[in-house]
């Protein structure tokens, strides 16, 4: 199993190059964290690839996914959203959300570096939740999520927008039996620039 876990609206549509023998997850929109987990209890796989917010419930809850994959990669992951970005502004958004839904997606695919390529039909009330669940969730360090039983790969790009490449410093405070690479990119750096971090030797 190859399994990618995707950010806030990253529906495959906006990410084009993630190849189709991917699992695929969209937080929320699938499955909230919790479905995340029960969803994977009975499975297991070679590589996990954890984007932004998928990145972050990776790293939240990194003991289980670390028993279940060889290898994973956190591309643009934090510990806490309003870290670095105002809760004033994941309101407004929230608000928006209600009334102007599809403007609100676009504007932040398009600051992410992604495709502003939505799906036919937009669960309003799932990206509603997945705004809440960035306002308070936090990853609270501890030895269990900080057990690694796996090769673990943070990735961030310089010209990100959305979430600054400082947190991948301060990632690395906490995981630093991780590798670290900051690279050219935006907040969503394609399938293709991070492929070559697959299977890197140890």
Known sequence: MKLFISGWAGFREALEDIPEDWDFICPFIDFNEE????????????????????????????????????EI???????????????????????????????VIKDFLT??????????????????????????????????NRQVNCELILIHGKKDKIIPPQAIYDLREFYPQAKTYLIDG????????????????R
């Open 186 to 201: 935006e907040h969503w750096l394609t399938f293709k620039k991070i492929e070559k971090f697959f299977y890197m030797p």
């Open 111 to 144: 600051n992410a570096g992604c495709a502003p390529i939505l799906p036919k039909k937009i669960d309003n009330i799932s990206l509603i939740n997945g705004l809440n669940f960035l306002l308070t969730s936090d990853i609270h360090i501890n030895k269990s």
């Open 73 to 103: 990669l956190i591309i643009a992951g934090f510990k806490k959203f309003t870290q670095y970005v105002s809760p004033r502004i994941l309101k407004k958004m929230i608000q928006k959300m209600q009334i102007e839904p599809e403007i």
């Open 35 to 70: 479905g995340i987990l029960d969803f994977l209890k009975d499975k297991s796989g070679d590589i996990l690839v954890g984007w932004s917010t998928g990145g972050h419930i990776v790293l939240k809850n990194l003991d289980f996914f670390s028993d279940k994959f060889s």
